[in-house]
Structure formats: C-alpha cells, structure tokens
C-alpha cells in the first residue's frame, strides 16, 4: 500500500501540537512544584490557577533569561527548544505562505519530545527557579 504525503494543514497542526505540548507540560511542571504532585493537589483551584497562569510570553522571556545562567543541560536543552517551537507555531498558525517539510516537521516533533522529557529530568529546584521567571515572578 502506499501511503500519501502528508498535507500542509496536517503538517502545520502537528507544529502547533508539539508546542502546545511543550507549553502544557511547563505549565503542569509550575503547578507540581508550586502546589504538589498529589492527586488532591491536583484537584485543588491553586493547582488550576498556577497551571492557567503560565503566559506564552513570559514563558518565552524566561527560556531567554537561563540561556545566559548556568544551568544544566536538561533546562538549557528545553529553554533553547521551547522559543524556536513556539515561532514555528505561529507561522504554522498564521502564515499562510510558509510550507512545511514532512522531515522538517518530524524532527521538530522528536526535539520537543526530548525537550519535554529533559525539563522533567531537571532537579526540582531548579525546576522550581525557572517556573517562577516562566509565571513573570522575576522580583528578587
């Protein structure tokens, strides 16, 4: 059997789904550390009001912030995926004259797997650090 080439609108939602990936998977990050793991933590409205706090924007601010921080490989690995994968997204959303490679678009979906997968890796401090400049709590 052979199989199709994927179409644009295909290939541009999958963009847009690996970012929003990444994005939820912050913001689930911001409200573990900041309100808990537990399944009751999980169900309380600070758990929900952390995780629908985090902003695209200051999330993006944040990711530019560690670059020039020393931090371990993992943070830096998902901070310098998640502004390039959220750039994508917009043109993906909203440029109508970009095409998209099938290639292309597969390996940006394996960088944000691993990018997902090192953030969870980071030690939870430093985990905790970065979700608070990611949330915009950037007062010392």
């Known amino acids: 059997m052979h199989e199709r080439r994927p179409r644009q609108a295909d290939l ?5 789904t690996a970012y929003y990936g990444l994005f939820h998977g912050l913001a689930e ?3 573990d550390r900041l309100v808990g793991v537990t399944p009751q933590a999980r169900r309380s409205l600070a758990w929900s009001r952390v995780y629908r706090d985090l902003d695209h924007n200051n999330a993006k601010k944040a990711c530019f912030r ?3 921080s020393n931090v371990s490989s ?8 998640f502004p390039g994968l959220q750039e ?3 043109q993906a959303d909203y440029d109508p004259n970009v095409r998209f490679q099938h290639n292309f678009v597969v390996t940006r979906i394996d960088e944000a797997d691993q990018a997902l997968a090192a953030l969870q890796r980071v030690p939870k401090p430093d ?3 970065f979700v608070t400049l990611a949330l915009g709590m950037t007062r010392s």
């Open 12 to 16: 541009r939602r999958a963009l847009s």
């Open 66 to 68: 560690v670059e020039n």
């Open 127 to 129: 985990q905790l650090d």
């Open 88 to 90: 994508l997204r917009h």
């Open 29 to 31: 990050t911001a409200a």
């Open 74 to 81: 993992d943070l830096l690995l998902f901070t310098t995926t």
